[in-house]
């Protein structure tokens, strides 16, 4: 609190009036989405009346997470085989309630399998409950010897004006014996099981949507699980 006293003058009866001057405070730049600050005010007059009230408020913030990615380049079939060297467009959801601003992301891997080539991208402003694609590929290579399938793991540091944060997500290798990219709705709607197994906007590989088992609402995963739909 910088200013945390003030003047509001004669009040009448079921009237309102505004603080002179403002109340002033600032919030640290690394306060989560969602936190709730309390504020306890006490307000007195001429005839040393005393009245307090309880004062809250939520703070605002990004939540930067992976979201997808897609692979351009290669043999074209979307898929980064052993041996070829694509460029990977990533998508970053603003999981949050405030928009992101001068984003921009590092990728690394420990993954012998994958080399990353060029390792850092820029995304611009994420608007709160946005997606965005990265603005430059990240270009990646897969070692000629991999064995397929295989899921490389990958580390993204994410920046931006008052914002840092770590997310992982996979890289696939080769293929795999049952492949659906979730994009067919023809397909995919075919499979849902339950009501719990179901297309959803959530993390994804292919562009848009991925498989997700729980419900949408709460975000949490359906316990037990019903059995995979294929």
């Given at each position: 609190?910088?200013?945390?006293?003030?003047?509001?003058?004669?009040?009448?009866?079921?009237?309102?009036?505004?603080?002179?001057?403002?109340?002033?405070?600032?919030?640290?730049?690394?306060?989560?989405?969602?936190?709730?600050?309390?504020?306890?005010?006490?307000?007195?007059?001429?005839?040393?009346s005393l009245w307090t009230s309880d004062l809250n408020v939520t703070v605002y913030a990004p939540v930067l997470t992976y979201h997808g990615y897609?692979?351009?380049?290669?043999?074209?079939?979307?898929?980064?085989?052993?041996?070829?060297?694509?460029?990977?467009?990533?998508?970053?959801?603003?999981?949050?309630?405030?928009?992101?601003?001068?984003?921009?992301?590092?990728?690394?891997?420990?993954?012998?399998?994958?080399?990353?080539?060029?390792?850092?991208?820029?995304?611009?402003?994420?608007?709160?409950?946005?997606?965005?694609?990265?603005?430059?590929?990240?270009?990646?290579?897969?070692?000629?010897?991999?064995?397929?399938?295989?899921?490389?793991?990958?580390?993204?540091?994410?920046?931006?004006?008052?914002?840092?944060?770590?997310?992982?997500?996979?890289?696939?290798?080769?293929?795999?014996?049952?492949?659906?990219?979730?994009?067919?709705?023809?397909?995919?709607?075919?499979?849902?099981?339950?009501?719990?197994?179901?297309?959803?906007?959530?993390?994804?590989?292919?562009?848009?949507?991925?498989?997700?088992?729980?419900?949408?609402?709460?975000?949490?995963?359906?316990?037990?699980?019903?059995?995979?739909?294929?």
């Amino acid at each position: 609190l910088s200013i945390d006293s003030a003047w509001y003058g004669n009040i009448a009866p079921n009237d309102s009036a505004l603080s002179t001057p403002y109340y002033n405070f600032s919030i640290a730049s690394n306060c989560p989405n969602n936190h709730n600050i309390s504020f306890m005010a006490q307000f007195s007059d001429v005839n040393d009346s005393l009245w307090t009230s309880d004062l809250n408020v939520t703070v605002y913030a990004p939540v930067l997470t992976y979201h997808g990615y897609a692979v351009l380049g290669g043999n074209g079939n979307g898929v980064l085989e052993p041996g070829e060297t694509v460029d990977l467009m990533v998508t970053l959801e603003n999981e949050g309630g405030a928009n992101a601003a001068n984003v921009t992301a590092t990728i690394s891997t420990s993954d012998t399998y994958l080399t990353i080539l060029t390792d850092t991208a820029s995304y611009g402003e994420i608007a709160a409950g946005n997606t965005v694609q990265c603005q430059t590929p990240y270009v990646v290579q897969a070692d000629s010897l991999t064995t397929t399938p295989h899921v490389a793991q990958v580390v993204m540091s994410i920046v931006g004006t008052n914002y840092a944060s770590v997310d992982t997500f996979g890289v696939l290798i080769g293929t795999i014996g049952f492949l659906d990219t979730v994009e067919d709705t023809t397909v995919t709607t075919q499979y849902t099981v339950e009501g719990a197994w179901h297309r959803t906007q959530r993390k994804s590989y292919s562009p848009t949507y991925s498989w997700w088992n729980g419900s949408e609402g709460t975000g949490q995963y359906s316990t037990p699980p019903p059995p995979i739909p294929w």
